[in-house]
C-alpha cells in the first residue's frame, strides 16, 4: 500500500472508502472504492481531513476487505439468511423470511477470537421477521492476510454456517379453558383469544376449543380427546396454582405426559408446565397470561412452533434474563427478556 500526498492524486483509482462525518447530518462513504479522483475532488478531501490517499497494491497473499468480507458472508450464511453488499468492509446479515434465529455460538467464538474479523450478533432462539437485521460483520485491517481468511474459511467449511433460520410450523392447536367460575358463565373466557392471536403471529391455528370446570375427570376426557383428534399442540389454561380446585397439572400428568417442568425460573410464568404426550407437546398455562402480555409462553413457544425438542436445560437455563420488568414501553423481543 502506497501513500500519495492528496494534491498528488488526481486521476489515481481509490483502493477504499473514504468516510465523511458531518455532525447531525450525515456519515457514509464521500467517495467509494475505485473512484477516479478529479481535479474537484481535491478539496472537498482535503477539508474531510485527507491529506494523504492510500493506493492499494494488494499482492496474492492478501486480500481487500470488501472481498475478504463478502469471501466470509458466503458462508456465514446459512438457511434463510442473506447479508448485504459490503461498505467498507462490513456487511449486515439479515433474515430472508420470519423464523426462529439459530445462531452456532462456538464458530462465532472461534471466529472472532481469530482477530481482525468482526461479528456482533443479536440473541438466538427467538422469532424475527423477514428482512430483520441478525448480525453485522466486519474485517477490521484494510487489508487482511488470505491466509487468515482460509482459516476462517476451513472452521466455518468444517462446523457449518454461523446463522439460520428455521421456519416455524403449522401446528393444529386444541385449546382446553379450565375453570369452574368460566364454564358456569360467572366470568368470561379471556384465554382463548390471547393465546390464539399469538398462534395466528407463527402461523398456527386452533383447530379444537373448549371450557370445562376444575374436574379432574373432564380436563382429562378433553385432552385424550384432542390428542384422537390428532392436534399437534396441546394447551390448558387456567388451574395451574396449588389452590385444591386446580387440578390441571394433575390432569396433564394423570394421561400419561412426560412433564419437561413444572415451574420455570422466568417471571412471570413461573407456574407454566410444560411436556410431551407422545410427542405431543402440552402447555399448562398459569392465569396470568391474561394479566401480562409477555411471559414465559412467549419464550418457548416460537421454539416448539419451530418444531425444537425442548429439554429441562432449555427451560433452567431461561433463568438468566429472565426477569420481565414490565416496561412502559414493550420492545419485546427487543429487549434481554426476548433473548
Do not use: W
Amino acid at each position: 500500500m502506497r501513500v500519495i500526498k492528496t494534491e498528488d492524486a488526481i486521476g489515481m483509482v481509490l483502493g477504499h472508502d473514504v468516510t465523511e462525518i458531518v455532525p447531525g447530518k450525515f456519515k457514509g462513504a464521500a467517495f467509494r472504492k475505485g473512484h477516479i479522483i478529479q481535479e474537484e475532488d481535491i478539496e472537498r478531501l482535503l477539508r474531510i481531513g485527507k491529506e494523504h490517499i492510500y493506493i492499494l497494491e494488494v499482492d496474492e497473499n492478501h486480500l481487500h476487505e470488501d472481498d475478504a468480507i463478502k469471501l466470509l458472508g458466503d458462508l456465514f450464511c446459512g438457511n434463510g439468511i442473506y447479508y448485504t453488499e459490503p461498505v467498507e468492509g462490513k456487511i449486515n446479515i439479515k433474515a430472508k423470511h420470519k423464523g426462529l434465529l439459530k445462531i452456532n455460538r462456538e464458530v462465532l467464538d472461534t471466529l472472532n477470537n481469530l482477530g481482525d474479523i468482526s461479528i456482533a450478533t443479536i440473541h438466538e432462539n427467538r422469532y424475527v421477521n423477514e428482512d430483520d437485521l441478525v448480525a453485522g460483520s466486519k474485517v477490521i485491517p484494510l487489508i487482511i492476510e488470505k491466509q487468515k481468511i482460509d482459516t476462517a474459511a476451513e472452521i466455518l467449511k468444517d462446523k457449518g454456517s454461523i446463522f439460520n433460520i428455521k421456519p416455524f410450523k403449522k401446528y393444529e392447536t386444541a385449546i382446553i379453558v379450565t375453570g369452574s367460575e368460566v364454564y358456569k358463565g360467572r366470568i368470561k373466557d379471556k384465554a382463548k383469544a390471547i393465546i390464539e392471536r399469538k398462534l395466528e403471529f407463527f402461523g398456527s391455528e386452533v383447530c379444537y376449543s373448549t371450557i370445562v370446570p376444575d374436574d379432574l375427570g373432564m380436563i382429562k376426557e378433553e385432552i385424550i380427546k384432542s390428542k384422537e383428534m390428532r392436534a399437534e399442540l396441546i394447551i390448558v389454561t387456567g388451574g395451574m396454582s396449588v389452590d385444591p380446585d386446580d387440578q390441571t397439572p394433575k390432569a396433564i400428568r394423570d394421561v400419561g405426559t412426560d412433564i419437561i417442568t413444572y415451574g420455570t425460573p422466568v417471571l412471570p410464568g413461573a407456574m407454566l408446565l410444560f411436556g410431551y404426550l407422545d410427542n405431543i407437546p402440552v402447555f399448562g398455562l398459569p392465569a396470568n397470561i391474561i394479566f401480562n402480555p409477555i411471559t414465559a409462553f412467549d419464550l418457548i413457544i416460537p421454539r416448539v412452533l419451530a418444531g425444537e425438542k425442548i429439554e429441562k436445560k432449555d427451560i433452567t437455563k431461561s433463568g438468566y434474563g429472565g426477569l420481565c420488568l414490565n416496561c412502559e414501553v414493550c420492545t419485546f423481543p427487543n429487549c434481554h427478556f426476548g433473548k
